[in-house]
């Protein structure tokens, strides 16, 4: 028999095998003095919990047991780390907005060089951007009124709203005003208008920035050539009996006239229609633009309602159509516009004052 082991079953109630106990032990100089590891893994423990020892050529051998386990079998799942989930996770994400991307980058077009490498790594920068309020226009104010009033710049205005050269306020929409003072100080915003015609005679497009003046028709009337000087072309007052509101800047791409809301609005020249529609885009409501010739064009817009088509030929002091506020406008009034080649320039010099501009002379 070999000595006792301490997970022995048969072992005494009042024996306590703990490691402080030398009973618990036992070395080379016990039982198994002079036998090999090999016969050792050939013991097994009887019923009675004393060791025996087996031959070692009777092959494997198979213990006996109670079907109780000598420890817990199940081993609680070793947690991750919160850093390794996050990773995990983040990686994940990172996967699917690159195949987002990777088909169309955010704010890229179909025409755009941006990666979407880059498009991706952009979206994950935070970018510092203006700070800024939002204030609902009212009627009768304009961008240069909500620059004075907030006491902030009227490029400021025009680049946080992105609107373009020209482009006026409508009653009911909320703006972004920048609380810096300085912010847009020299911003200037662009032009969408269209100056030159691949043929070289009129355009009749789909608004009236891409209405093109060209070379007139044959039988169209025209416009006195004045060969540059502007009071030569021999322009009429578009708003007769109206008041000065305000006029040309970098901004505001033409005069303001106002009178009472339906007052007739006559042609400025002679010239053709080449535009007379609604431009729902780009603010100018109910408009008409007239290719007077010679490089001259004028335009009229916020009517209630127009009294020519596209394409008719008019002369000068016709009736066009009825003043109005339509489009982006915050009260009645004719936003005219004169145009040499299709850029707009100031309309007050080829009139001898505001008296001219805003009634008519004969």
Known sequence: MGKRHP???????????????????????????GESRSDRALAAWSGGGALEKLPSDTGPVIIAGDGVSMGNPFIKRRERPLTMRITAISLMAAIIVTGIFAITPMGATGASQVT????????????????????????????????????????????????????????????????????????????????????????????????????PDLESPCAPDGHGSPLAYKLHSPNWGSHWVRGFSWYHNGDDLAAQNGNTIHAAQSGQVIWAGYDGTNGLGWSVKINNCNHISTLYGHMQK?????????????????????????????????????????????????????????
């Open 116 to 215: 979407a490498f880059q498009a991706l790594a952009g979206s994950l920068v935070l970018q510092k951007g203006p700070t800024y309020f939002l204030y609902t226009a009212q009627p009768g104010e304009d961008v240069e009124s909500l620059a004075k009033q907030f006491h902030v710049q009227i490029g400021g205005i025009y680049e946080l709203n992105g609107l373009l050269l020209g482009q006026e306020l409508a009653i009911g929409t909320a703006y972004k005003i920048p609380n810096d003072r300085n912010y847009g100080a020299n911003y200037r915003p662009p032009t969408f208008v269209v100056t030159s015609s691949a043929g070289g005679g009129n355009v009749f497009g789909s608004n009236w920035w891409n209405s093109v003046s060209g070379t």
């Open 7 to 33: 997970w022995s079953r048969g072992r005494d109630d009042d024996e306590h095998f703990t490691d402080a106990n030398p009973r618990n032990t036992w070395n080379d100089n016990d039982a198994w003095e």
């Open 306 to 362: 127009l009294l020519v088509k596209t394409g008719a030929y008019v002369l000068m002091g016709d009736p066009i159509g009825l003043e109005g506020s339509t489009g982006w406008s915050t009260g009645p009034h004719l936003h005219f516009m004169v145009e040499w080649d299709n850029n707009p320039i100031d309309p007050f010099p080829y009139f001898t004052g505001t008296a001219a501009i805003t009634n008519y002379v004969s």
